[in-house]
RNA sequence: CGGACUGUAGCGCAGCCCGGUAGCGCACUACUUUGGGGUAGUAGAGGCCGUGGGUUCAAAUCCCGCCAGUCCGACCA
């Protein structure tokens, strides 16, 4: 463990990023090229993701299945517009065997002799591959809907990578579901995008904007993706999932038609949704500070850990024993608990340790605290020497007092990000203010933040990659009804002048 | 794929200009010390100096090639 202190997120905001999910043991770089190893700490909470999400996916409905990773060339060739979408970041398998190879002692070469008649794409996404096997399972109305989800990874080759943000390859979900009307399929859709905003909003306490995606920014293959956008404490969004009503395109392309009841064959309605590792970078961008994690209890591999400070061994024997007792308390209670007994380092080496790791609670049990029945407690939601960072509280009732305080530090980070947001989102009229907003962004280093910026757009495609061009700023979302209190208020586009129905939310994105 | 930079101990780096026995900090091992916010000391272990070639009595150091990585652009969950 390095004592040297993390960046500032104020002076380099990345490189605070890239250095804590380091130091944090959440991940790290492999000898694969822009493939990460996810180490345990960090797997750990991503399995808590997963528990979490997959409990909800089964709540309404869905079943888990597994499909092929390797999609014939041609299954992906089927639909056009997601062909194009994809076709520049796939992986490829031409060959498979190796051989010795006779220049190199010791070395292998691929067997020219072992060529595929037709290529293998190692799936960038599986509506491909699922799509081709729906035509197999439906016939009839009454085989639909079909509702499953599949916990995978996918490769999509990336010119840049950055741990869980975007790497080469990642773990993810991906719904995809089929129905015989598109009311039905939209609904699912929605119902989707509602679980992932529930999600981040619950479990990451991470608030998010929930919306619809413009042409330029939607699914390779889809009718419309919406999406949950989350901002960073650089102010930047990170699209944090995404739910695609995919029409009747993939039914067309693979052929899946259903007989109605009036025993007419149509095609069925698709749709897909994804979340994926990267939202283990938006709970770190969210909430962590410049000494490390912060963790929401609700997806803390360790909710709390307790440090006893002593001298000799009988006081360690003593100390022990009462964090037993507490240990136990708080087990019936569900709560996680660590006991940091390692021996040769200090109480303050530990606190640092466990503060970059993001441990919501840590409670700290000595001599002092044994003779008065006592016991120091700290929250790792507030920074050192924050109001209310650290306090003295009774052991008696401890475990009861740790409960309500996670749910409170729950509640809080949740808070703060929100307030954080809602600070840093503002509503502009005039493109040379936008673009002044927007070039802020650029000279980080100051501690200033980008912006959420809710500006009337005239729905043209050409307007919406001027700007991007311009600024590098891109249509986030067209948020939802409901998310801001004047986001449906008719106006004129900041770039064209044309006349606009609402307000959309730009911002520099991951 | 274009531009810049970097490859020396597990990690972070110095040494290179000016060639001559491989160094520092952290981490690691043992012992001691310390312990309520990253203790301190003693001893120790750990290196094909990215890789292939060249120049030289002698190369981490100079020259050429290659490979890998990071960052900046174009592409994206």
Redesign the pocket.
């Known amino acids: 463990?390095?004592?040297?202190?993390?960046p500032k997120r104020s002076e380099n905001y990345?490189e605070w990023y890239?250095d804590l999910v380091k130091r944090a043991d959440l991940a790290e770089?492999s000898a694969?090229?822009?493939c990460m190893v996810i180490k345990p700490y960090g797997y750990s909470i991503w399995e808590k993701m997963q528990r979490a999400l997959d409990d909800m996916f089964k709540a309404t409905g869905h079943t888990n299945a597994y499909f092929p990773l390797f999609v014939p060339k041609s299954f992906l060739e089927k639909e056009e517009g997601h062909a194009e979408?994809f076709a520049?970041?796939c992986a490829v398998v031409t060959h498979y065997r190796l051989k010795a190879n006779p220049d190199k002692k010791g070395g292998l070469m691929v067997d020219p002799e072992s060529k595929l008649e037709e290529e293998l794409i190692v799936r960038p996404t599986s509506e491909a591959v699922i799509w081709s096997t729906y035509k197999n399972w439906v016939q009839s109305y009454r085989d639909l809907p079909i509702l499953v989800n599949q916990w995978a990874n996918v490769v999509?080759w990336?010119?840049?990578?950055?741990l869980?943000?975007?790497?080469?390859e990642?773990l993810?979900q991906e719904g995809h579901t089929a129905h015989a009307t598109a009311d039905e399929a939209i609904a699912e859709t929605k119902q989707m995008l509602d679980v992932y905003a529930t999600f981040a909003e619950t479990y990451m306490a991470v608030p998010v904007i929930r919306g619809v995606k413009t042409a330029n920014?939607r699914?390779?293959g889809a009718e419309d993706t919406y999406c949950i956008e989350a901002m960073m404490q650089d102010g930047k969004a990170?699209?944090?999932g995404?739910s695609h009503f995919l029409g009747q395109n993939f039914a067309k392309a693979f052929d899946v038609q259903f007989s109605n009841r009036e025993n007419q064959l149509e095609h069925v309605w698709g749709t897909s949704w994804?979340v994926?590792?990267?939202l283990m970078g938006a709970l770190v961008m969210a909430h962590s500070d410049d000494?490390?994690l912060v963790l929401p209890p609700k997806l803390a591999p360790i909710q709390v850990v307790v440090v006893p400070?002593?001298?000799?061994d009988e006081q360690l024997a003593a100390i022990s024993e009462k964090v037993a007792e507490i240990q136990k308390a708080l087990a019936i209670k569900g709560i996680s608990v660590k006991f940091d007994a390692r021996?040769?380092?200090?109480?303050?080496?530990k606190?640092?340790?466990w503060?970059?790791r993001g441990v919501p609670v840590?409670l700290?049990?000595?001599?002092?605290?044994?003779a008065g029945g006592t016991?120091?407690v700290?929250r790792r939601d507030k920074e050192?020497g924050e109001e209310g960072?650290?306090t003295?509280q009774p052991i008696e009732g401890i475990a009861e007092y740790v409960e309500t305080l996670l749910a409170d530090i729950q509640a809080n980070i949740y808070q703060k990000a929100l307030t954080f947001r809602e600070a840093n989102t503002v509503r502009v009229d005039s493109y040379d203010e936008f673009k002044t907003i927007m070039a802020r962004d650029e000279s980080r280093g100051d501690g200033s933040v980008g912006k959420f910026v809710l500006a009337h757009w005239d729905g043209t495609s050409e307007t919406e990659t001027k700007i991007k061009e311009e600024t590098?700023a891109t249509i986030r979302c067209i948020p939802l009804v409901g998310q801001f209190d004047s986001a449906t208020e008719e106006g004129t586009c900041i770039y064209s002048g044309k006349p606009s129905k609402q307000r959309v939310l730009f911002a520099l994105?991951?």
């Open positions: 463990m390095s004592k040297n202190a993390l990345s890239n770089n694969v090229r822009g979408g520049k970041e999509r990336e010119m840049r990578t950055r869980f943000l975007r790497t080469t990642f993810w920014e699914f390779a990170l699209q944090a995404t994804g994926s590792t990267r000494n490390g400070i002593y001298k000799t021996e040769g380092m200090t109480p303050g080496f606190f640092a340790d503060e970059l840590r700290a049990l000595g001599e002092r605290d044994l016991i120091e700290s050192r960072a650290k003295v590098k994105a991951y």
